[in-house]
């Protein structure tokens, strides 16, 4: 029997257990959360390859490639998200995101959302 479930009082190891299993997702809580920030600095590092097509800071300059600056965070998640699955389909974007980590990911989608998007000169 464990140390902390060694009482003859059932609020005692009540109360233990509570405590331990506090602790115990408190621990796990912390690297996930730390992963689903991302880093901007990171992610502009790993969007070397996607500035082929994508341009610099995300600003493409083809028409045939979307522009990612300035797009939600968690569009850009769940849009690489299903690339890499299969879910969506694309033959290049699937070759790049089959090889992009969750952390990849979102440090790519914390870079691209923190940039300026292209101005949209129809609405003025």
Same mark, same amino acid.
């Given at each position: 029997?464990? +140390?902390? %479930?060694?009482?003859?009082?059932?609020?005692?190891?009540?109360?233990?257990?509570?405590?331990?299993?506090? +602790?115990?997702?408190?621990?796990?809580?912390?690297?996930?959360?730390? %992963? %689903? !920030?991302?880093? %901007? +600095?990171?992610?502009?590092? !790993?969007?070397?390859?996607?500035? +082929?097509?994508?341009?610099?800071?995300?600003?493409?300059?083809?028409? @045939?490639?979307? @522009? #990612?600056?300035?797009?939600? !965070?968690?569009? #850009?998640?769940?849009?690489?998200?299903?690339?890499?699955?299969? &879910?969506?389909? @694309?033959?290049?974007?699937?070759?790049?995101?089959? &090889?992009?980590? @969750?952390?990849?990911? &979102?440090?790519?989608?914390?870079?691209?959302?923190? &940039?300026?998007? #292209?101005?949209?000169?129809?609405? !003025?």
């Amino acid at each position: 029997m464990p +140390a902390w %479930a060694n009482t003859s009082n059932p609020d005692m190891k009540s109360h233990h257990l509570t405590i331990l299993l506090l +602790a115990l997702s408190s621990l796990l809580a912390v690297p996930l959360s730390a %992963a %689903a !920030k991302g880093s %901007a +600095a990171a992610g502009q590092q !790993k969007a070397a390859t996607c500035e +082929a097509c994508h341009g610099k800071d995300g600003k493409s300059m083809d028409p @045939n490639y979307p @522009n #990612l600056a300035g797009q939600h !965070k968690s569009y #850009l998640v769940k849009a690489l998200i299903d690339y890499r699955s299969g &879910q969506r389909s @694309n033959a290049i974007m699937a070759g790049f995101a089959s &090889q992009l980590s @969750n952390q990849d990911i &979102q440090d790519l989608a914390t870079w691209y959302s923190v &940039q300026d998007g #292209l101005e949209d000169l129809s609405i !003025k």
